[in-house]
């Protein structure tokens, strides 16, 4: 089992930045693929980045691809999410999710992910 806690969230100007935090425990979080999904009001949630073990391999959505930065440290435990630009269609809760690999793979969909955190609410206004 792997607990996901999220942490970071808050409201914030457009053009303004965050950095969300997913810290884990238990489970074997150096061979987990890490991703970070977003679900805004009354739509479905959506892919926004995957990071594999080492950190070295991501991808992005588009709609977030040069305005946000993932990053892991394994010793903590913990994966980051840098939030740069803000716009307020950023707002959403975001999660992150867990998958636990023999082989790093990068994941988008989330019925790939068998662990997910309880969420943090990042809201952006205009």
């Known amino acids: 089992q792997v607990q996901l806690v999220e942490s970071g969230g808050g409201l914030v100007q457009a053009g303004g930045c965050l950095r969300l935090?997913?810290?884990?425990?238990?489970?074997?979080?150096?061979?987990?693929?890490m991703g970070w999904f977003r679900q805004a009001p009354g739509k479905e949630r959506d892919f926004v980045v995957s990071i594999t073990w080492s950190g070295d391999t991501t991808y992005y959505a588009d709609s977030v691809k040069g305005r946000f930065a993932v990053s892991r440290d394994n010793a903590k435990k913990t994966v980051y999410l840098q939030m740069n630009s803000l716009k307020p269609e950023d707002t959403a809760v975001y999660y992150c999710?867990?998958?636990?690999?023999?082989?790093?793979?990068?994941?988008?969909?989330?019925?790939?992910?068998?662990?997910w955190g309880q969420g943090t609410q990042v809201t952006v206004s205009s």
């Open positions: 935090s997913c810290a884990a425990s238990g489970g074997t979080f150096s061979r987990s693929t």
């Open positions: 999710a867990a998958v636990i690999q023999v082989r790093p793979k990068l994941v988008s969909r989330d019925n790939e992910y068998n662990y």
